[in-house]
Structure formats: C-alpha cells, structure tokens
C-alpha cells in the first residue's frame, strides 16, 4: 500500500519565533506520510523554513485566505500534488507523529468528505473551547462525525474540492473564512467530517484580543451571508448574530468597533459576488447539523 501525499501550507508574519519552531518540529517528525512543505510569507521574507521546502515570499500582507492559496498554487505549480493539502497554523503542533497519516486514512474512509478536521485543544491536550468545535453541540467536543464548519488553522482538504470551489476567499482578509469555503464546498455536493479522536495543540488564546477581530468579524459575517445564502436566510442569519455580537461586544467592551464592521458590512455587501446555494444545499446543511440561520 502506497503511502499518503499531502502538501502543507504554512503561512507566516514571523511574529512568532519560538512557536512556529515547535510548530515546525513537530511537522517534520510526522511518520508514514509524504510530506511537501511550502511556508509562505505572507508580506515578509520567511526566516524559519525547513530543509527542502518552498518558500513564497508575498509583497505585501494579504491576508490570510490569501496567503494560503498563495502556499496551494506553488505547491501545484512545482507538479506532482498531492491529492490532499493541510492548512497549519504557525502556532499549531501535532502532539504525535501519526497526525497527518490518521487524517489521511480518515479521508480514505469518508471519500464524501472534501475536508477532515482534527480536534484541536490547548497544549494540556483536552482544552477545546467552543469556538474550535466545528458544529453547534461544543459541549461535546470528543464526538466525531459530518460537520459543516471548520477550524481553518488546522484542516485536511482535498485538493480536488478545493480547488473546484475556487480555494479560500481572498476578499475576507480574516475570519470567516472556514465557514465560507466549508458552504462552497457544500454546495459543490460535498461535506464535511470532524474527527474527533485526533488531536492537534494550539495556544489558548482568542482572536478577541485584537481590535481588528471585531471589525472584520462584524463585516465578514455580512459578506459570507450576503455572498452565500438564499435571500430569505439572510435576515434571518444576520439578525440572529447581530444579537450574538452586540451581546459580547459589550461584554467584551469592542462595541464601536463592532458597529464599524457592521456598518461596513451592510454598505460594501455589493461589491461581493452573490452565488446563493440551492435549497438542497440548505436541507444538506440542516441534515448534517447546522442550518444555516445560526
């Protein structure tokens, strides 16, 4: 039996040194699989790339949906893809050295699957905030199964999936961008399955942290809904998270920036391509667990 190819895109700022080091060991122990690695900078030159991987060096900060298809186009401009990429964030680690051969093994099983998500939990290895539990029931972030999100810093696509749908949206700049490209998928016929039983690391913090967060966040909701859903479901998604983020940017103390992103949002939702999914796509999406009104 052959073994599993995968290309690992590696996206970096070089804003953190010791992190992206452990990251990186742990990527080259991996075990049973072929690995091709590309770490692209994404508006600087990458100062820790490992022996025999590409390099793309991007002007200027593109984003991170950007920079990542920036690593997946080198990689399949070099020839011979893989069948399967891995997105890996520059802070995540694989606690084991069979991650990457199980999560292969794992499409092999769920070929309807255009994605596989690993659990992803704090350095402590059962850590899982809810906000990296890829389907509504994150109460319960050890049971397996279709989902119809993603943790985009630590996720298998295969490349066929991926690059029918036309790869991460560049225009969202940052966040949001998983359950964009996992909607795409869905409306392209395929799903997505959690695999609960392999864990990766990933420091516990939160994206809250930064100002920009709150922008973006407020304003790519509105783009992802606008670009994606059937009309009828956009008040409906927008209304239900307008709640959500006002309710915790006043906790959180980020309420005028919210507001920025949201009148943001509503005023440039235009200049966005609008591809609503059909209504199969919809009772896909509800059967497999999340409707897409929440």
């Known amino acids: 039996m052959s073994r599993p190819r995968v290309d690992v895109v590696l996206l970096t700022i070089n804003d953190r040194p010791a992190e992206e ?9 991996q075990r049973g699989v072929d690995a091709r690695v590309v770490v692209v900078g ?14 793309v060096c991007l002007p200027e900060n593109i984003g991170i949906p950007g920079g990542r298809n920036a690593g997946a186009d080198a990689l399949h401009e070099t020839g011979n ?4 990429l891995f997105f890996l964030d520059n802070d995540a680690s694989f606690p084991l050295p069979d991650i990457l051969v199980r999560l292969a093994a794992e499409a092999e099983r769920h070929p309807e699957a255009a994605w596989v ?34 943790t985009e810093g630590v996720v298998l696509i295969r490349r066929e999936a991926f690059e029918k749908v036309g790869g991460w949206e560049c225009s969202l700049f940052l966040y949001h ?7 795409r998928l869905y409306a392209a016929g395929w799903s997505g399955w ?18 920009l967060y709150h922008r973006l966040a407020s304003r790519n909701r509105i783009w992802v809904a606008y670009r994606n859903l059937p009309a009828p479901f956009i008040p409906l998604y927008l209304g239900a998270w307008t709640v959500i983020t ?43 667990g999340r409707p897409p009104i929440i």
Not at 42 to 55: H, I, Q, R, S, Y
Not at 177 to 183: H, K, P, S, T
Not at 246 to 265: D, I, S
């Open 177 to 183: 961008e998983g359950v964009d490209l996992a909607w």
């Open 117 to 150: 998500q690993p659990r992803l939990t704090g350095p402590d290895d059962v850590t899982t905030p809810r906000r990296w539990v890829p389907r509504l029931r994150a109460s319960a972030p050890g049971r397996p199964g279709r989902v119809t999100s993603m």
């Open 194 to 211: 959690y695999a609960a039983g392999i864990r990766m690391h990933h420091p516990l913090t939160t994206p809250a942290r930064h100002a």
């Open 21 to 29: 080091a452990a990251a990186q060991a742990t990527l080259l122990a």
């Open 81 to 84: 893809a893989a069948d399967c």
């Open 246 to 288: 006002l309710a915790r940017a006043v906790r959180g103390g980020a309420l005028r920036q919210t507001l920025r992103g949201t009148r943001e949002g509503w005023t440039t939702r235009r200049t966005q391509p609008r591809r609503p999914m059909s209504w199969r796509t919809v009772y896909r999406l509800t059967a497999a």
């Open 42 to 55: 994404n508006g600087c030159k990458p100062e820790a790339v490992p022996a025999g991987a590409l390099t």
